[in-house]
């Protein structure tokens, strides 16, 4: 009898548990659906305030109090929804010594799943909406300070001007410096390669005439060397001839 009634308690207990499983799986996906139209209108709203100045701000702080509250919730339900798989899966541990049927493992695994599959949803609408406020914080600073520019006196922007123009002024002469030191010094190498050059042309020249036949068989060579070339364009003009011959024959 005493069996009987322990296993009737944990019955109840995994039926309360996939209640509770359940019913937390229901709230979080009207919660996601709800949240991701909530993105979607967020980006649209975002969308007509950076095509009108004259969009009203009080609309964007509830929509961004709206977002932040629904985020919270939707954490705090997949937190109980964590809580409650993790006391499905002690369930099955503690019955594994009777060998828990493959359906209790099967459905334990579905409500995994699920819960995967609604975290991944969550987090993805969630790192959406949240870029989108990060560039629209960034376009709202860069707005502004057009617009602190634009009311800026005249005296104040002819300033500014001017001392933009002054830096574009000093920036150019600071690259024509730079330009004139690289010309300067590509000209002192090509004067340090000509003298070198130079000096390797006169020791030549002095080698060749304290060496009368070295000279005679530089001048062989340069002659075998025309002789050869000569030899070598002619065979290939015989050979071309002769291709040429062959492909219109």
């Known amino acids: 009898m005493d069996s009987t009634e322990k296993q009737m308690a944990h019955g109840n207990l995994w039926e309360d ?3 509770r499983a359940r019913q937390l799986e229901n709230e979080i996906d009207l919660k996601l659906v709800s949240f991701s139209k909530l993105g979607t209108n967020y980006s649209s709203h975002r969308d007509d305030v950076n095509s009108s100045d004259t969009s009203p701000l009080l609309s964007a702080s509830n929509s961004e109090h709206m977002f932040d509250t629904m985020a919270m919730e939707i954490e705090q339900l997949l937190a109980k929804l964590t809580e409650v798989n993790d006391k499905m899966s002690e369930y099955t541990n503690s019955i594994s010594m009777s060998s828990p049927s493959s359906a209790l493992l099967h459905t334990l695994q579905r409500h995994r799943d699920i819960l995967q599959d609604y975290s991944q949803e969550f987090q993805k609408t969630k790192a959406n909406i949240t870029a989108c406020r990060e560039r629209e914080e960034l376009l709202g600073s860069v707005r502004r300070d057009i617009d602190a520019y634009k009311s800026s006196s005249g005296l104040n922007r002819r300033s500014e001007i001017y001392l933009k123009e002054n830096e574009h002024i000093r920036n150019a002469d600071r690259i024509a410096d730079e330009t004139i030191d690289v010309a300067l010094a590509t000209k002192e190498n090509l ?3 000509r003298n070198t050059m130079k000096k390797i042309s006169t020791g030549m020249n002095n080698l060749a005439n304290r060496f009368p036949l ?6 062989r060579i ?3 060397k025309r002789r050869d070339t000569l030899i070598i364009g002619g065979v ?4 071309i001839i002769l291709l040429l011959l062959y492909a219109f024959r």
């Open 191 to 193: 004067r340090e390669q």
């Open 236 to 239: 290939v003009a015989v050979c």
């Open 17 to 19: 548990l996939r209640k």
């Open 222 to 224: 340069n002659i075998r």
């Open 214 to 219: 070295l000279n005679s068989l530089i001048q």
